[in-house]
């Protein structure tokens, strides 16, 4: 009987041993790691502040590199750099904030080259990808008609579309549109309108409040063919 007590109580012990020794092991893993992340996260923002110093040291350098890639338009080499400049905290250095401006202007216009609508967030998110928050500029696009199209009267009456936008909001309902030829045609992101024959210089212009932009369009409205008349008729 004292044989089968001492005999658990040795097991016990020795399970115990076991189980401290795995959890002092778990412990001291945990403090290894712990201090591992701990020296990389000091690693990384010496470097960081290494490379800031640097940055800012050839700063002039840097802006220079940047006006090459932008008036050769390698835009995307371009971004990289302003994204160096914001992060370094310089994204007010002395011209960058027209440049941030147009390279957002010049993917703007070319985002709407393939995507049929703009909607506010695309723009909104556009432009946060180059940090440009601060700039209160109105942007406009005519979506239709395309510019140097022709249309007959019997296409009356034409669909202006348009989008106007700041990364205060969409201003697209405030689009005022006008001919050279008929004057103003009225006003709305969509309007239907029946144009005069001949050549039309169209403008749509918008402002957020602050500001205000523009864009012009050129169509052309022609008489229906003598053909067509016939046809209709028939």
């Known amino acids: 009987m004292l044989f089968g007590k001492k005999s658990y109580f040795i097991q016990t012990v ?3 041993a076991i189980f401290f020794f ?3 092991a778990l412990v001291f893993r945990l403090i290894i790691d712990l201090r591992a992340e701990s020296i990389k996260k000091q690693t990384q923002q010496i470097e960081t502040q290494r490379l800031k110093q640097q940055f800012i040291a050839n700063i002039d350098d840097q ?14 080499k371009a971004i990289e750099i302003i994204k160096k400049f914001n ?10 904030s027209e440049i ?5 202007l010049y993917y703007l216009k070319k985002k709407l080259e393939f995507i049929p609508k703009i909607h506010f967030d695309e723009f909104m998110k556009l432009s946060k990808d180059i940090s440009l928050e601060d700039d209160n500029s109105t942007e406009v696009f005519i979506r239709t008609p395309r510019y140097g199209q022709y249309f007959n009267t019997s296409d009356l009456p034409i669909l202006l579309e348009g989008v106007a936008l700041s990364v205060a909001g969409d201003f697209s309902d405030s689009i005022v549109w006008k001919s050279l030829v008929d004057g103003e045609l009225g006003k709305g992101n969509k309007i239907a309108v029946h144009l005069s024959v001949g050549e039309h210089q169209i403008t749509a212009t918008a402002t957020n409040g602050i500001t205000k932009g523009s864009m012009t ?4 409205i022609e008489k229906d063919p003598d053909f067509l008349k016939y046809y209709r008729k028939k």
């Open 100 to 104: 941030k401006k147009q390279v957002r």
């Open 87 to 96: 992060a370094y905290e310089k994204s007010d250095y002395q011209n960058l």
């Open 63 to 76: 802006y220079n590199r940047l006006l090459k890639l932008y008036n050769a338009k390698e835009y995307e």
């Open 14 to 16: 020795f399970i115990l």
């Open 217 to 220: 369009t050129r169509i052309f």
């Open 22 to 24: 795995v959890l002092f």
